[in-house]
C-alpha cells in the first residue's frame, strides 16, 4: 500500500514559520521526485515547490521563491516544506506529491506528472 503522510500544518500569523512533512512507502519515496503543491480556497492546485530524486536540485514557485525549502531524508522516507515569512495568501491545502522516475536530476511542474498524493495538511495564516 503507498502512503502519503502530510503533517505539520496549523494556524499562524503573518511572518510566522511553518514545517510540513510528508512521510512516504519507502519503496515509492527512493524512486521518485518529489513535489508540494497547494490549493487556496477557491482557487485551482498550484505547484509550490519541487525536488529530484537526488535531492540535488530544487525548483520553486514564484510566489514562494526564497521563503519557502523543499528538502528530503532519504533514510527517513520523508520531504520537507520549510516556510517562512508567511503570508495570508499562503492560505491552502498542502499536499504532497511523488513521481516514479528513473531520472535523478529531473522536477517536475506539471501536476499530471505525479503518480501519488497525500490527503493535504491545512494551512492558515492570519493578517
Known amino acids: 500500500q503507498v502512503q502519503l503522510v502530510e503533517s505539520g500544518g496549523g494556524l499562524v500569523q503573518a511572518g510566522d514559520s511553518l514545517t510540513l512533512s510528508c512521510v512516504v512507502t519507502?519503496?515509492?519515496?527512493?524512486?521518485?521526485?518529489m513535489a508540494w503543491f497547494r490549493r487556496a480556497p477557491g482557487k485551482e492546485r498550484e505547484f509550490a515547490a519541487a525536488i529530484s530524486r537526488s535531492g540535488r536540485t530544487t525548483d520553486y514557485a514564484d510566489s514562494v521563491e526564497g521563503r519557502f525549502t523543499i528538502s528530503r531524508d532519504n533514510a527517513k522516507s520523508t520531504v520537507y516544506l520549510q516556510m517562512s515569512d508567511l503570508k495570508p495568501e499562503d492560505t491552502a491545502v498542502y499536499f504532497c506529491a511523488a513521481k516514479n522516475t528513473i531520472l535523478t536530476a529531473p522536477m517536475y511542474r506539471d501536476a499530471s506528472d505525479y503518480n501519488y498524493w497525500g490527503q493535504g495538511t491545512q494551512v492558515t495564516v492570519s493578517a
Open positions: 519507502r519503496r515509492i519515496f527512493e524512486r521518485s521526485a
